[in-house]
């Protein structure tokens, strides 16, 4: 199968460690560990992680969230039914435990 962003497995990867190193903080700031970095730091990066989540989810785009334009595509429909709302659900739960 050919894809058209030739990178496609290195950004892959660097979005799961992205988001791996997101669970690591979201769960060192929840049990209150020691991480080396100020909870102020940390609390500011999870909010604004939230912010950026559920901007993906609510601003009027063409292609991604609940209000896209092109909604005729397979990725469009699962987009509508998965994505965007698990974006809302993460992004609210980021800000909660950034908040706490």
Do not use: C, E, Q
């Not at 058209?4 to 992205?18: N, Q, S």
């Not at 500011?44 to 009027?60: D, M, Q």
């Not at 209000?67 to 429909?77: I, S």
């Amino acid at each position: 199968m050919s894809h058209r962003l030739k990178l496609w497995r290195p950004a892959a990867f660097g979005i799961g460690l992205a988001l791996l190193v997101l669970g690591f903080l979201v769960i060192a700031r929840a049990l209150r560990w020691g991480t080396g970095f100020p909870a102020a730091l940390i609390d500011y990066g999870l909010i604004g992680t939230g912010a950026v989540f559920i901007a993906r989810a609510l601003v009027p785009n063409r292609y991604v969230g609940f209000f896209k334009t092109l909604r005729t595509t397979r990725w469009a429909r699962w987009d509508t039914r998965l994505y965007s709302p698990l974006f809302l659900i993460l992004g609210i739960a980021l800000i909660a435990v950034g908040h706490s």
